[in-house]
């Protein structure tokens, strides 16, 4: 044989020998681990709590813990192809509707719920609108990022107005306010701002797409109403750029720059403002949802936390997961996100973060908060609805004056019927 | 000596060499892109959803496309955003050669400078115009303010219209250092004696571009246009990043709709179904470039 090829067939087998001696290492002395992909969140110090947190976990249960986090738009692909490939991490976080897009993949984790609820009592109904389908807890319910107002508290002082309770209270206001130069704002382009901000507007008037019984509902009195009502305050409190505001930064822009005196926007711009401008934070303040003549409905977003049926670690997931709703975590936890996250579970609502004179009017916000889609089942009609932008779409439409309301309506009533509603 | 002979009886072998040379790349192509292209055409043609199984539907994902009005307007936008940009973009990308390939001086870093478009990652340079168009900090409204020339703020992403002109703008910004850089390429393969042997008979500039430049040029620009053709209909950062399909879908575009149809509401064979909708027009696009490519020129 060859001396050249005989050198090389032995540096093959060598190195082929050396893989396999690896491989079967590794399988000799396996170490449990737990893998957690979470989305970030907007204060930094949230997540690198949930990583401190993960990590006593892990050193008290002598195993490896990983959290990885992503931003929201990254999830999705993410998380589809871990249940295309029933592989991945153990524990996901979930926003709004995604409980419902991969309920096939999540493990029911009653047994999780029912020992929370024995030590704290029952979760409210948005808690389990969102993550319970079939009778099965398919997600822990972690927190909420409220759709309450910001506001500039000096403003409305100047124009002589508190803080709105009511949707006319904020017409009125914000027709002073418009007078003044300090106009208020709400998107209307196709963003997640745009749907939480105009749903609960046209909640609060008793409008929705469709009813619990997934029949269409939006060609109704109580819907015109609210988008008549959303076209006055455009007219009359708004300028008209926010016609223009396509993205979820429009709003927080528009209140950073010192002009704008209203948005309905979680206290990021708060948040931003104390970093960056602390003066003008001292200005800004919040308030709850707003009450219609239908009554009072808050939006935002839902998070939760759900473990993939495919998990070879389930039972150590469902430890962590219960560790996270001990007081002390979660009050730890609560902590650290400076009140931007809402907890989920009413024994939480009075946490001292909240007795923050800047955050006392999201109090009991969580009460009022209604899950994505609703009065409608929160399936994957309700978050193709959402992701197609049908009620921003819809108010656009009539507020920007391109089309008439009944064709608006009427076109929106044709694009439900193709996601699946029915008449 | 054995070993020596096998090599030398396969360097002498030239065609079946390179067939072998290739097998890496074309295996690696395969995997990469032809299963992909494979299990989409499948996906396309199943009523999958995510995390359940699917079953076989035939042509009901794209009969029930064909049916949505939204993805009407998706196609429509499509086709009209590849249409003026790519034109747009020839029209600019020609001159621009044409200037490029001159003596001028600096060479090498104006052609740098022109290339930057080009090569900057598309996620970031559309988040810098999304900061251009923004309707509280637009940097073109204060500058268009400032000089007089405007009374109120323009809202670039406020109106379907300007938010389609908007979208296109980004992209011809994006796209027309392709058509140049590639277009100046082909330019410096055209044999100098040509026009020299024009100038001669008492050609001017314009009947030398006419009857020199353009026919030479047919093959370059058949495959530029095709490239670019292709690379805009599938373009999705420039409208994600800055209008994510709006303002009541007048940008949405296929690619984005297959997306939100796909990962965002969890239809996997209806996503699939749109993202390949385009490709029998893409097919045409190859055939005709194709075509033009293989006319032999006679000079």
């Given at each position: 044989?060859?001396?050249?090829?005989?050198?090389?067939?032995?540096?093959?087998?060598?190195?082929?020998?050396?893989?396999?001696?690896?491989?079967?290492?590794?399988?000799?002395?396996?170490?449990?681990?737990l893998s957690i992909l979470m989305f970030s969140s907007f204060v930094a110090e949230n997540d690198s709590e949930?990583?401190?947190?993960?990590?006593?976990?892990?050193?008290?249960?002598?195993?490896?813990?990983?959290?990885?986090?992503?931003?929201?738009?990254?999830?999705?692909?993410?998380?589809?192809?871990?249940?295309?490939?029933?592989?991945?991490?153990?524990?996901?976080?979930?926003?709004?509707?995604?409980?419902?897009?991969?309920?096939?993949?999540?493990?029911?984790?009653?047994?999780?719920?029912?020992?929370?609820?024995?030590?704290?009592?029952?979760?409210?109904?948005?808690?389990?609108?969102?993550?319970?389908?079939?009778?099965?807890?398919?997600?822990?319910?972690?927190?909420?990022?409220?759709?309450?107002?910001?506001?500039?508290?000096?403003?409305?002082?100047?124009?002589?107005?508190?803080?709105?309770?009511?949707?006319?209270?904020?017409?009125?206001?914000?027709?002073?306010?418009?007078?003044?130069?300090?106009?208020?704002?709400?998107?209307?382009?196709?963003?997640?701002?745009?749907?939480?901000?105009?749903?609960?507007?046209?909640?609060?008037?008793?409008?929705?797409?469709?009813?619990?019984?997934?029949?269409?509902?939006?060609?109704?009195?109580?819907?015109?109403?609210?988008?008549?009502?959303?076209?006055?305050?455009?007219?009359?409190?708004?300028?008209?750029?926010?016609?223009?505001?396509?993205?979820?930064?429009?709003?927080?822009?528009?209140?950073?720059?010192?002009?704008?005196?209203?948005?309905?926007?979680?206290?990021?711009?708060?948040?931003?403002?104390?970093?960056?401008?602390?003066?003008?934070?001292?200005?800004?303040?919040?308030?709850?949802?707003?009450?219609?003549?239908?009554?009072?409905?808050?939006?935002?977003?839902?998070?939760?936390?759900?473990?993939?049926?495919?998990?070879?670690?389930?039972?150590?997931?469902?430890?962590?997961?219960?560790?996270?709703?001990?007081?002390?975590?979660?009050?730890?936890?609560?902590?650290?996100?400076?009140?931007?996250?809402?907890?989920?579970?009413?024994?939480?609502?009075?946490?001292?973060?909240?007795?923050?004179?800047?955050?006392?009017?999201?109090?009991?916000?969580?009460?009022?908060?209604?899950?994505?889609?609703?009065?409608?089942?929160?399936?994957?009609?309700?978050?193709?609805?959402?992701?197609?932008?049908?009620?921003?779409?819809?108010?656009?439409?009539?507020?920007?004056?391109?089309?008439?309301?009944?064709?608006?309506?009427?076109?929106?009533?044709?694009?439900?019927?193709?996601?699946?509603?029915?008449? | 000596?054995?070993?020596?002979?096998?090599?030398?009886?396969?360097?002498?072998?030239?065609?079946?060499?390179?067939?072998?040379?290739?097998?890496?790349?074309?295996?690696?192509?395969?995997?990469?892109?032809?299963?992909?292209?494979?299990?989409?055409?499948?996906?396309?043609?199943?009523?999958?959803?995510?995390?359940?199984?699917?079953?076989?539907?035939?042509?009901?994902?794209?009969?029930?496309?064909?049916?949505?009005?939204?993805?009407?307007?998706?196609?429509?936008?499509?086709?009209?955003?590849?249409?003026?940009?790519?034109?747009?973009?020839?029209?600019?990308?020609?001159?621009?050669?044409?200037?490029?390939?001159?003596?001028?001086?600096?060479?090498?870093?104006?052609?740098?400078?022109?290339?930057?478009?080009?090569?900057?990652?598309?996620?970031?340079?559309?988040?810098?115009?999304?900061?251009?168009?923004?309707?509280?900090?637009?940097?073109?409204?204060?500058?268009?303010?400032?000089?007089?020339?405007?009374?109120?703020?323009?809202?670039?992403?406020?109106?379907?219209?300007?938010?389609?002109?908007?979208?296109?703008?980004?992209?011809?910004?994006?796209?027309?250092?392709?058509?140049?850089?590639?277009?100046?390429?082909?330019?410096?393969?055209?044999?100098?004696?040509?026009?020299?042997?024009?100038?001669?008979?008492?050609?001017?500039?314009?009947?030398?571009?006419?009857?020199?430049?353009?026919?030479?040029?047919?093959?370059?620009?058949?495959?530029?246009?095709?490239?670019?053709?292709?690379?805009?209909?599938?373009?999705?950062?420039?409208?994600?990043?800055?209008?994510?399909?709006?303002?009541?879908?007048?940008?949405?575009?296929?690619?984005?709709?297959?997306?939100?149809?796909?990962?965002?509401?969890?239809?996997?064979?209806?996503?699939?179904?749109?993202?390949?909708?385009?490709?029998?027009?893409?097919?045409?696009?190859?055939?005709?470039?194709?075509?033009?490519?293989?006319?032999?020129?006679?000079?």
């Open positions: 044989m060859n001396k050249k090829f005989l050198i090389f067939f032995i540096l093959l087998i060598c190195s082929v020998s050396l893989v396999f001696a690896a491989g079967a290492t590794e399988k000799q002395a396996p170490k449990k681990s949930l990583r401190e947190i993960a990590k006593e976990f892990g050193e008290m249960k002598g195993i490896d813990v990983e959290v990885e986090f992503l931003g929201i738009q990254e999830m999705y692909p993410k998380l589809t192809a871990e249940v295309n490939s029933r592989s991945g991490h153990d524990i996901v976080g979930l926003e709004n509707l995604q409980v419902s897009l991969y309920q096939n993949a999540l493990l029911p984790i009653n047994d999780i719920i029912e020992k929370i609820v024995d030590e704290l009592g029952e979760f409210p109904a948005s808690s389990i609108t969102a993550v319970v389908r079939d009778g099965d807890w398919k997600a822990l319910p972690w927190w909420i990022v409220p759709f309450n107002a910001t506001y500039r508290e000096d403003l409305f002082k100047e124009v002589g107005h508190a803080a709105p309770n009511s949707w006319d209270d904020l017409l009125v206001a914000g027709r002073a306010l418009k007078a003044y130069g300090s106009p208020i704002g709400i998107p209307f382009g196709s963003c997640g701002d745009a749907n939480n901000s105009l749903y609960q507007l046209m909640w609060g008037f008793g409008g929705g797409l469709a009813d619990a019984n997934g029949k269409i509902i939006v060609d109704s009195k109580e819907t015109r109403n609210a988008i008549s009502f959303a076209k006055q305050l455009y007219e009359q409190a708004m300028p008209a750029e926010v016609i223009g505001w396509s993205d979820n930064g429009a709003n927080n822009n528009f209140l950073l720059s010192g002009v704008g005196s209203w948005s309905l926007q979680p206290i990021s711009v708060w948040v931003t403002a104390s970093k960056n401008n602390p003066s003008l934070a001292e200005k800004f303040n919040h308030h709850g949802a707003l009450e219609g003549p239908a009554g009072r409905f808050g939006s935002g977003d839902f998070y939760s936390l759900g473990i993939w049926e495919f998990s070879p670690n389930a039972d150590v997931a469902k430890e962590f997961l219960a560790y996270l709703y001990e007081k002390q975590i979660m009050n730890r936890y609560l902590t650290s996100g400076k009140g931007f996250n809402l907890p989920t579970h009413s024994y939480y609502y009075d946490h001292e973060i909240f007795s923050h004179p800047k955050l006392q009017g999201l109090k009991g916000y969580a009460d009022a908060f209604r899950t994505t889609g609703f009065p409608a089942p929160p399936d994957q009609r309700a978050q193709d609805a959402y992701q197609r932008w049908v009620v921003p779409n819809l108010f656009y439409k009539v507020v920007s004056g391109r089309v008439p309301m009944d064709q608006a309506i009427n076109e929106t009533v044709k694009e439900l019927l193709e996601i699946g509603y029915t008449r | 000596m054995k070993f020596n002979n096998a090599l030398s009886r396969v360097m002498t072998n030239q065609e079946k060499l390179a067939y072998k040379l290739i097998a890496p790349a074309i295996l690696v192509l395969l995997l990469i892109v032809g299963y992909p292209f494979v299990m989409g055409i499948y996906l396309s043609m199943t009523d999958a959803t995510i995390g359940t199984s699917s079953t076989f539907n035939g042509l009901a994902n794209f009969i029930w496309l064909a049916q949505s009005r939204l993805f009407q307007t998706a196609l429509e936008n499509s086709l009209i955003f590849t249409l003026i940009s790519v034109v747009i973009k020839f029209l600019l990308g020609l001159p621009l050669a044409l200037l490029l390939n001159l003596n001028l001086k600096p060479k090498k870093l104006i052609r740098g400078i022109i290339l930057l478009p080009w090569v900057i990652p598309t996620v970031l340079s559309a988040t810098a115009w999304k900061w251009i168009y923004d309707p509280t900090y637009s940097v073109f409204n204060w500058l268009l303010l400032n000089a007089g020339l405007i009374d109120e703020k323009i809202l670039w992403l406020g109106s379907p219209w300007m938010a389609k002109i908007s979208v296109i703008l980004v992209n011809i910004w994006k796209g027309t250092p392709f058509f140049a850089i590639n277009i100046m390429a082909g330019l410096m393969t055209i044999p100098k004696e040509l026009y020299e042997a024009a100038k001669t008979d008492g050609a001017n500039s314009i009947t030398c571009f006419y009857k020199i430049t353009l026919p030479m040029l047919k093959p370059v620009l058949a495959f530029v246009i095709l490239f670019s053709t292709v690379m805009t209909i599938g373009d999705f950062n420039i409208v994600y990043v800055i209008s994510k399909g709006g303002p009541i879908n007048s940008t949405h575009l296929l690619p984005t709709l297959a997306y939100q149809i796909g990962l965002i509401t969890g239809n996997l064979g209806r996503g699939a179904a749109t993202a390949l909708f385009i490709f029998p027009v893409l097919l045409v696009v190859v055939y005709l470039q194709q075509r033009i490519s293989k006319n032999k020129n006679d000079w």
